[in-house]
């Protein structure tokens, strides 16, 4: 946890610029552009390759959740007849509380990560002729709404989990 702490400090310094290299280094103007387009892109792919991940380990969880949250249903229900009913509706309701923990604390650090590979794109515009991600992503950006709200649904899932845990215990405990 600390490496992924240092490393967002070190991406979101204000010192951007220190690391630059200033365009008159380079012998030849071409080259400036080439290497500062290079770097850009690699930065573009990343930021892509985030999204891909952040939505994959999301639709992981989601789905996860949601079968164990079926399972305590079905066994509720009385459809899927096994011996120790209570003791499998509390351990898959607990499962589902350990579940939605990390899932959010994930969320969380994609859009972390997502933000600040945003800024170092944003700043890196300042020397290219459109700044595209700068107006995509200047003011209330849909992206990062999307990614807001979408860190709303472990929450939801957590509640509904206490609340499942809370009911198989009792009922647990009541027949005990």
Request: hydrophobic share 45%; glycine share 4%; with cysteine.
């Amino acid at each position: 946890m600390q490496k992924i702490k240092k490393i967002l400090n070190t991406l979101t310094n204000d010192d951007f610029n220190r690391y630059r290299k200033p365009a008159e280094s380079y012998p030849q103007q071409s080259l400036y552009h080439d290497h500062l387009l290079g770097q850009y892109s690699a930065h573009i792919n990343e930021v892509i390759w985030l999204n891909n991940r952040r939505g994959t380990s999301h639709r992981l969880f989601l789905t996860l959740c949601t079968g164990l949250f079926s399972l305590n249903a079905l066994l509720l229900s009385g459809n899927l007849q096994i011996l120790h009913t209570n003791w499998a509706r509390l351990i898959s309701s607990l499962l589902g509380l350990a579940i939605c923990i990390p899932w959010f604390v994930l969320l969380v650090t994609y859009k972390r990560v997502i933000e600040t590979r945003i800024t170092i794109i944003t700043k890196m515009e300042v020397d290219l002729p459109y700044k595209g991600y700068s107006e995509l992503y200047s003011g209330d950006s849909n992206f990062l709404l999307i990614i807001s709200i979408e860190t709303s649904i472990p929450a939801i899932f957590l509640i509904g989990f206490t609340l499942l845990t809370s009911y198989n215990l009792y009922a647990l405990l009541k027949n005990v």
